[in-house]
């Protein structure tokens, strides 16, 4: 079956620096979307970026993701973290034609002053 | 975008019993589905239920344990019977609203906590 793997639980970052949070898949899907998701505490996950296009950069408020098949990639980037980056993120693979969405397990990404 | 709307944000029922937990959607949608989320974990998938017909479960999650209904293309309840502590999660209701590949989204979710 597809998996998504996010290999740090908790990343802490201090503010202004830059975020990298990592994201590989496994899938035997040709077609494939892929997800970021923002979850802020006590709050329902919500898009952060997706894409469905290989090597082609994704960007939304600040944040930015390139798909990348080659290496079964999807990291998230910021240049600059503030402090209302803080939350849970998740990225999530759609792959084929199915409707669900497989969930990596989550990072926990904190900024400090 | 679709907006999604829970009720109740959250509860507390005893071990044994059955709670029912209401999704609607500001706008038809065709597929709506259920995740559970534990504490500092992922989001499972459930199920997937549409219109007019059976829920499709994922594996672990039954409907005798966890019937859905689905009686129009706004509308959904996840009932969880016979709770038990295990069960104590956090539960969301999702949609999407156009092709295959366009984002799920999210309501904001019914904290369950069975004692």
């Known amino acids: 079956g597809d998996s998504v793997t996010q290999t740090e639980g908790l990343v802490t970052v201090t503010e202004g620096l830059p975020v990298k949070l990592n994201c590989t898949y496994q899938t035997t899907y040709l077609t494939i979307a892929f997800f970021w998701y923002v979850q802020y505490l006590n709050e329902a996950p919500q898009v952060l970026l997706r894409?469905?296009?290989?090597?082609k950069r994704t960007e939304h408020q600040g944040f930015h993701a390139t798909l990348h098949k080659s290496s079964s990639s999807f990291h998230l980037q910021k240049s600059s973290a503030q402090l209302s980056d803080s939350a849970l993120y998740y990225c999530a693979l759609k792959a084929g034609g199915a409707d669900r969405l497989t969930f990596g397990k989550g990072t926990q990404l904190i900024i400090q002053p | 975008s679709v907006l999604l709307y829970q009720k109740p944000n959250r509860d507390i029922c005893q071990s044994g019993t059955s709670l029912k937990i209401q999704c609607v959607a500001d706008?038809?949608?065709?597929?709506m589905f259920w995740y559970q989320q534990f504490q500092e974990q992922s989001l499972m998938l459930m199920a997937t239920?549409?219109?007019?017909?059976?829920?499709?479960?994922e594996s672990g999650f039954t409907k005798d344990k966890f019937p859905i209904s689905r009686p129009n293309l706004t509308f959904s309840t996840l009932t969880v019977n016979n709770a038990r502590p295990g069960d104590s999660s956090i539960y969301f209701c999702s949609s999407r609203q156009g092709g295959a590949n366009t984002e799920v989204f999210f309501g904001k979710g019914t904290r369950l906590t069975v004692v």
């Open positions: 706008s038809q949608v065709v597929s």
């Open positions: 894409s469905s296009t290989d090597n």
């Open positions: 239920a549409n219109e007019g017909s059976e829920a499709t479960y």
